[in-house]
């Protein structure tokens, strides 16, 4: 067995594998949920699979092939959909951290459902190799997990983590205007 193989073992990935099979349980399971509890559970479990993800070790790649994924496009707009109807007029809020932002004469506005859905797919699809149990490919889902929790979902997990910050202390503050979010052709209940 090659060395780069036995990381997939590694006690930070067991526990970066647990919470993330634990945040995609969480989420295939809010259709009928409170947004305050939605709120209350998201913001407990997103800052322990920032952490986890953040203690993962360094590896190499292993194979050439790409690896299989579980998240089709039917399976992130039923979630999208789900979390921005727990979400109602809360699924909205102001993005700060993108490079165009700075030559941005109007805010640029972000869903809490679709970076939540983003964050899903790429965990889940990690998660699903993962099970198959084959240590190249687990090896190599850590690696694309790893790399794309630096370069695209770490981002969304904190910005998603300050808006909800702010439905649940904040409750009166408006919302955003207009909802472009998603699809158009869907009606958003409010959870009060």
Not at 30 to 45: A, C, G, H, N, Q
Request: proline content about 3%.
């Amino acid at each position: 067995m090659k060395k780069e193989s036995q990381v997939v073992f590694a006690r930070n990935v067991i526990e970066f594998v647990t919470v993330a099979a634990e945040f995609c349980t969480f989420l295939e399971h809010i259709e009928s949920m409170k947004r305050d509890t939605f709120v209350d559970i998201t913001l407990k479990i997103l800052p322990l699979l920032y952490l986890k993800a953040s203690l993962l070790p360094e590896c190499e790649l292993m194979g050439d092939d790409n690896l299989e994924s579980y998240v089709t496009e039917d399976i992130y707009e039923i979630l999208r959909i789900d979390i921005a109807s727990v979400m109602g007029e809360k699924d909205d809020y102001l993005e700060v951290f993108l490079p165009d932002m700075a030559y941005s004469d109007a805010p640029i506005k972000k869903c809490v459902s679709e970076d939540l859905a983003d964050i899903y797919q790429d965990i889940k699809d990690f998660v699903f190799v993962f099970r198959l149990g084959l240590n190249e490919t687990m090896n190599d889902a850590l690696v694309y997990c790893k790399e794309n929790f630096g370069l695209l979902w770490g981002q969304k997990l904190v910005n998603i983590m300050r808006a909800l910050h702010n439905v649940k202390y904040n409750p009166n503050d408006e919302t955003i205007e207009d909802n472009t979010c998603g699809e158009d052709d869907y009606h958003l209940e409010e959870d009060e």
